[in-house]
């Protein structure tokens, strides 16, 4: 086969590789840049040089048959390696270069990680950002990310994860609700009404702890929920529950008097502020120094 040859056949492997992983053949055409007759070509020139069926479509879904599985498991790690040579060969030996896709929360991400991406591509001129907003664990390789940033505890996976920081999270309601439902001690919050965090297991069940050390375990009725702090906060502020935020995101609520904090005297347990990344033996360059930069900047701030 001549090098002509060898590459079309690469491009036609590319694309089947993105339509599984992505899901459709939409998803991949967008991502490869070409039109969706372009990509459906391609995976039907692979499946006729191969002759044989690679998936299976319907209007709604697609399915690998299991000539296309062994050809994908065959095939995935081949590329991933073929686009680690060329992404090492671009950027040189400690050259920062290329496209850095990373995604984070989006409260936290445009108050703290944003400002330091900004920096970051200063430093790194040869570098594109492609950042994304998701309130949960995206799949790192179906959405090509090189790292994600998360809040709070992680799920156990097969990616990696290092620790970036923690923070305060706090108890709150608004004056109109606590003259309504008066809370004096832990037990008291069993009677109000609750706005879930709907990415938590237990968004209702906390443990406290308070003076000497002492903990106590709350349980919540669950009224309303919403997927995202900056929601949550909107649905405390209008007296619709009470809620538990990260204290970065409530300062001037407390400062003004728009939110309370509920039982001073005792503590939720901090929460971690994690990177996540591909479980990769070669952790390309640029998400190497992405990560060691906000380790060393996250570390200075108070997000307490």
């Known amino acids: 086969m001549n090098r002509i040859a060898l590459s079309t056949q690469l491009h036609r492997v590319q694309t089947f590789l993105a339509v599984v992983e992505l899901g459709s053949f939409t998803k991949a055409a967008d991502y490869l840049s070409i039109s969706k007759a372009m990509a459906s070509l391609h995976v039907k020139a692979l499946e006729e040089v191969l002759a044989v069926t690679l998936l299976l479509r319907s209007t709604r879904s697609i399915a690998l048959t299991e000539a296309g599985q062994d050809f994908y498991d065959a095939f995935k790690e081949l590329v991933g390696q073929l686009e680690n040579k060329f992404d090492r060969a671009m950027q040189g030996r400690k050259r920062i ?22 920096k970051f591509a200063q430093q790194y001129p040869a570098l594109s950002i492609r950042y994304d907003t998701n309130s949960s664990l995206s799949d790192l390789i179906a959405e090509k990310l090189d790292l994600v940033v998360r809040l709070g505890s992680l799920a156990d996976s097969d990616f990696k994860s290092r620790k970036l920081d923690d923070y305060n999270i ?34 209702t069940h906390w443990t406290l702890r308070g003076p000497q050390n002492k903990t106590s375990e709350i349980k919540g009725s669950a009224a309303h929920q919403a997927n995202t702090s900056a929601a949550i906060r909107l649905m405390a502020l209008s007296s619709m529950g009470v809620a ?8 001037q609520d407390l400062h003004s008097g728009a939110l309370q904090q509920l039982l001073p005297g005792y503590n939720l347990p901090r929460q971690s502020i994690s990177v996540v990344f591909p479980n990769s033996s070669h952790l390309p360059p640029k998400t190497r120094a992405f990560i060691d930069f906000l380790s060393r900047h996250l570390g200075q701030r108070r997000t307490g």
């Open 97 to 118: 270069a290329g496209t850095l896709r990373l995604s984070t929360t989006g409260e936290y991400g445009e108050r703290f990680i944003l400002p330091l991406v900004a």
């Open 170 to 203: 706090l108890l709150v309601a608004s004056p109109a609700l606590l003259k309504k439902h008066p809370v004096r001690q832990p037990a008291d919050l069993a009677q109000l009404p609750w706005i879930a965090n709907s990415n938590l297991q237990s968004p």
């Open 244 to 251: 538990v935020l990260p204290a970065w995101l409530i300062e």
